[in-house]
């Protein structure tokens, strides 16, 4: 009987697709119908009580999660050349890929294609929540004010505000960075701490991601009462989708090529796209650049030619840090989100979008769902309704599987760069 169950079960991400496509349908049945206030006052609600959850779990994980995966690199202090080399490279493939990603999201503007009054009336619905990170962005008038959104002068109340998470985000790093400076008999009790809270958030992650299907459904429904079924917000959407998917053909097909060709120490493009073919097909089967991880590291040693012990080191700390595709694919999202619900993003909200988008990609973890907690963070902290999540979750699930693909390539990327460390000659043929 257990077993007929399992076979049973649906798949979440099928369940959140079926709940996008119910939620549709319970729109447009309410325009039709002439029950758009019942949508709004019985069924939105639901939507906005999900949204709220993964609002309350958003600062406890992203602050717990920079803190295990910096403070957990005790490592450095015995491979400190190669571990220092290593967190730069990745630092500076997640910013050119979250440049990239802002990039196109301002290039293509997928979002544009919704009907103006449309948008115009969901900014008006939203009109408080961005009038006031507007006015917070008036008051700065010197060049640098925007340290005051960084540097927090009391992370208790930074703890409390969403909107302050980059405060949140600074300490974080801040005090893991102090834990990797003293002697580690004394840091391993909190860090073996932060580690089991962790797990614990994990789990209450996975609570919240549980209830998704009935949230899109709401949140869906409540969209297409909004937007008044307008079929521009399916053609946006479209656009928004191969958009993403551009974004990570070229990362992976255009960027790391090149970045092998010129610093691949010996392995050809060739050989590399060849050894890593199957490892992207399970990373993209799997959704989980952890559990991909023991196929990579045999690829890399066995294909590659990298000695095990740089690739002992540099692809699990890559599976902690360095999510390329992630930091492309949530910058066009926030920019989508945005443009639908016509908002115009500052250059300054950019900035932050750019600056948040790199921090927080480092700390979204690897479980299904964990990007919308940190997606919904982000939209918090410049001014943007997280209800908007609504409009990417139904159909997240093939994107993510193709940016744990990319995420895992640059993994075995900056392994091959590292690789002149290794006592054996490379190799790629």
Known sequence: MKTRMKK?????????LAGMVLGIIVGLTAIYAGGGGFVVDWITPWGQLFIRMLRLIA??????TLVKGIAGLKDISKFSGLGI????????????????GVGLGVLVRPGALVDREVAAGLQETYRSVIAEKTQEAGMMQGPLDFLNDIVPDNIVSAAGNNSAILQVIFFAILFAVASLLIPW???????????GLNDIILKMVGFIIKLAPVGVTALMAGLVVDFRGDAGI???????ALTVTSGMLI??????????RLFGRGVTVRGFLRAMYPVQLFAFTTSSSAVTLPVTMKAVEEDLKVSKEI?????????????DGTSCYQAIAILFIAQVLGVDLTLSQMLTVLFMTVLSSIGTPGIPGGTYVILAMVLTSIGIPAEGLALIIGIDRPLDMLRTAVNVTGDAVVACMMGKDAPTPLGGK
Do not use: H, W
């Open 8 to 16: 049973l079960s649906v798949p979440l991400y099928l369940q959140i």
């Open 85 to 100: 080399r290593t967190l730069l490279i990745y630092l500076c493939f997640i910013t050119l890929s979250a440049s990239f």
């Open 311 to 323: 690739s002992s080191f540099v692809l699990p700390v890559g599976v902690t840090v360095n999510m």
């Open 234 to 240: 399916f053609s946006a959407l479209g656009l928004y």
């Open 185 to 195: 008999e004394k840091a391993r009790p909190v860090v073996d701490f932060f580690d």
């Open 251 to 260: 990362i992976m097909y255009g960027f790391y090529p090149l970045v092998l």
């Open 59 to 64: 600062i406890p994980l992203i602050f717990v």
